[in-house]
């Protein structure tokens, strides 16, 4: 069972991996959008770690929430809403656990990519972190989602036109370049897993 604790763990994990990689994820901004979104994802989780810092949340939906209030208020682009729509919807979803299990987070995870899909009014295939979310939570739906899985999802979106976003503008020529949302997201499901 996943207890407040154990999702602290996790989002703490995933702040160290945005900060390790926030230049990796600049530099696949930069030939298909605007070259900050390492810097936002690293400002959004900085701010998570200080909110939770002044005041402790105190349940699992407490977490999501900190998360989204930080995401939405700190990181400002395209992603923060995203990411906050995200966290915002698996707070609600979690509301009423004090523990998680492995059913119970999968749905909370669906609903956080059901909220990412409502705000960036975004479809599979176009060249999102939605190409990620999407996949990921059926599988891990199954109990079926791997590390390999994901960077093959993550790996996906290089061969797609981007529908969506800033990428949009490049038409063919984001074709060959990962989407740095995607990415991002990759990190957040890898480091669930482990
Ligand atoms: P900005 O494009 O405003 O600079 P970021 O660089 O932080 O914001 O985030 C870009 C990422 O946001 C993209 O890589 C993509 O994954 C995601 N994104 C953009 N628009 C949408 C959308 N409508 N739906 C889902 N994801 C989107
Ligand atoms: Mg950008
Ligand atoms: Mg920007």
């Avoid at 763990?9 to 530099?27: C, G, H, M, P, Y």
């Avoid at 070259?35 to 939770?52: F, I, L």
């Avoid at 899909?117 to 979310?133: N, P, S």
């Avoid at 503008?169 to 995607?182: S, V």
Wanted: aromatic share 8%.
């Amino acid at each position: 069972n996943y207890t407040m604790e154990t999702i602290e763990a996790w989002l703490d994990r995933f702040t160290e991996v945005i900060e390790q990689n926030k230049q990796v994820l600049s530099d696949l901004d930069t030939p298909i959008g605007d070259g900050d979104h390492g810097n936002n994802m690293a400002r959004g989780v900085k701010a998570y770690q200080d909110a939770k810092e002044k005041k402790a949340p105190e349940s699992i939906a407490d977490v999501f929430k900190t998360m989204a209030m930080a995401m939405i208020s700190k990181v400002g682009g395209a992603s923060g809403p995203l990411y906050g729509s995200a966290f915002m919807a698996m707070a609600q979803a979690s509301k009423a656990y004090e523990t998680l299990d492995t059913a119970e987070l999968a749905a909370v995870l669906e609903a956080g990519a059901l909220g990412i899909k409502k705000r960036g009014k975004a479809e599979l295939e176009e060249k999102t972190m939605l190409d990620v979310w999407w996949p990921c939570v059926e599988e891990l739906k199954e109990n079926q989602l791997t590390e390999e899985k994901i960077t093959a999802y993550v790996h996906h979106t290089k061969e797609l036109v981007a529908k969506k976003g800033r990428a949009s503008y490049l038409g063919e020529r984001a074709i060959g370049h990962i989407d740095p949302g995607a990415q991002s997201s990759g990190y957040l499901f890898e480091t669930l897993i482990k």
